[in-house]
């Protein structure tokens, strides 16, 4: 992005952010920080720490998640404004649960765990606007699998 005000129009793009307010958008683009990945490139991957989370800018990306049998699925799909890792913002010593891929060259923002939560510590309206929209897409993500 080429300066803090672009970043803050994209993140209002980001259904994660779309209930926080400008103060708190500038907060979080001060942040976050940029990040290119080839066509083929893991931008995680499965089984290793996370500490960051990723918002697509530009780009095609896919989680695979690879079963006891070896057998790998593709769990999802992303395009520009879908986010992954969230969970590791949260969860300080869980694994990835998928890798993720680039299936066109990508471009991203980035956060690492500890400027999140240091935010949120700052901020507990924006944490709570975050953490309600968390358990959202954990709820449909759930009711998906029934």
């Known amino acids: 992005m080429a300066n803090t005000g672009d970043t803050i129009q994209f993140l209002q ?23 290119h990945y ?5 931008m995680v991957t499965q089984g290793q720490g996370g500490e960051g989370f990723f918002i697509l800018v530009s780009g095609k990306a896919e989680a ?7 057998e790998k699925v593709v769990v999802n799909s992303f ?10 913002l949260l969860d300080d010593e869980g694994l990835r649960t998928a890798t ?3 299936v066109a060259a990508c471009d991203c923002l ?16 924006m944490a709570v606007v975050i953490l309600q ?3 959202r897409r954990f709820r449909m993500a759930l ?4």
């Not at 009711?143 to 029934?146: E, K, N, P, V």
């Open 13 to 35: 793009r980001v259904p994660l952010f779309q209930g926080l307010n400008n103060r708190q958008l500038k907060k979080l683009a001060e942040r976050f920080v940029e990040r």
């Open 38 to 42: 080839a066509a083929g490139e893991a």
């Open 64 to 70: 695979v998640r690879a079963r006891a049998d070896g």
């Open 79 to 88: 395009g520009p404004a879908d986010f992954f890792g969230e969970m590791a």
């Open 100 to 102: 993720v891929q680039a």
């Open 110 to 125: 980035a956060l690492t765990r500890w400027d999140f939560l240091g935010i949120l510590k700052e901020d507990a309206d």
């Open 133 to 135: 929209e968390l358990a």
């Open 143 to 146: 009711d998906r699998l029934q």
